[in-house]
């Protein structure tokens, strides 16, 4: 399994981006696809998630401001992120967790860099 990452890149407080990835390869199991995002000396976090049913899970302090959508039947999953702020600045992780015969996978993108300026 392979996930593209795209859509990052520089943007004044107040703006917007998305960010899309889009999955390929043999994806067999239930899977749920989300974003993360990382600083650097810190963890990587979750940001949002969406599974194969629809079901969304966001961090408390993203609600409202972040949306996550999937396209199922293209397994790409979209980030619409608003009112963006100079702590949003990090690089964002797509990733997608399938499951398979009761063994969890999880399959990473490459990262893409988003920058928020003040």
């Known amino acids: 399994v392979q996930l593209q990452a795209s859509g990052g890149g520089l943007v004044q407080a107040g703006g917007s981006l998305r960010l899309s990835c889009a999955a390929s390869?043999?994806?067999?199991?239930?899977?749920?696809m989300g974003w993360y995002r990382q600083t650097p000396g810190k963890q990587r976090d979750l940001v949002a998630s969406?599974?194969?049913?629809?079901?969304?899970n966001y961090a408390e302090s993203l609600k409202g401001r972040f949306t996550v959508a999937r396209v199922n039947g293209q397994n790409t999953v979209y980030l619409q992120m608003n009112n963006l702020k100079p702590e949003d600045t990090a690089v964002y992780y797509c990733k997608l967790t399938e499951f398979q015969n009761g063994v969890r996978y999880d399959h990473w993108g490459q990262g893409t860099q988003v920058t928020v300026s003040s």
């Open positions: 390869g043999n994806i067999l199991g239930i899977n749920t």
């Open positions: 969406v599974t194969d049913g629809g079901t969304t």
